[in-house]
């Protein structure tokens, strides 16, 4: 019977992501369609290829076959802070969106006065539609899985670290014999792409507490998990949408 990993982050300065705190960890994923610049990664500018696949799962909730930015299921896609749209150079508190530079003078998704720019709180506990990769790159109708839906699509399906096209990753296959690849592309921290063919980290719409936010993590010794991470990292994004 599976068990879910839960892991709290609540270090202030500290990064912790399972593989994003091995700066020597070797880059050895493969092709990730377009290279490893901070940048668009999808081959050069092709139209995104914006499929889904039917898992039976209990919500009707439908998965992108592909990481945003990527045009292939193996492809690494883009990298994204936490609520923000676009990829980037570098990924830290001072290049983070929603803060005036550090982590405890966040000006959008706190709910602790101490962490706010000027103690600003909003309550707010998932993105909002402009804040969303998945929504503003691929267009209404698309989105981050929240929280709940990673839990679903964990509890749905049996999870193998696998080779797709020579690009290691985590295979999840569903009762209906329909699967979803997602590649382990790494992470991006600070300028550096960390970990790319080790582990993934993807990002969850969900707001965790604090300066963090909830995502899936993928890695062939422990298997897949969900846990939380500061919100400035620059981790994948799968998008999903409902049944019509």
Known sequence: MKTTRIYALVALLLFFAAGC???????????????????????GGTTPVMESVDLGLPSGTLWATCNVGADTPEGYGDYFAWGETTPKDTYNWITYLHCNGSFNQLTKY??????????????????????DAATANWGSGWRMPTQAEWQELYDNTNGTWHTRNGVKGWLLTATNGN???????????????????SYGEYWSSSFFDLHCAWYFSIDPATGSYLGNSDRFCGFSVRAVRSAK
Not at 113 to 118: D, K, M
Not at 179 to 197: E, V, Y
Request: charged fraction near 15%; charge should be negative.
């Open 110 to 131: 706190c709910n602790n006065s101490n962490l706010g720019y000027n103690g600003f709180v909003d309550n707010l506990t998932t993105l909002e539609p402009i804040d």
């Open 179 to 197: 699967s979803l690849f997602l590649p382990a592309a790494g992470c991006r921290w600070g300028d550096q792409h960390l970990s790319n063919g």
């Open 21 to 43: 705190t091995k700066p020597d960890e070797p880059n050895n994923g493969g092709d990730n369609n377009g290279g490893d610049n901070g940048g668009g990664n999808n081959g």
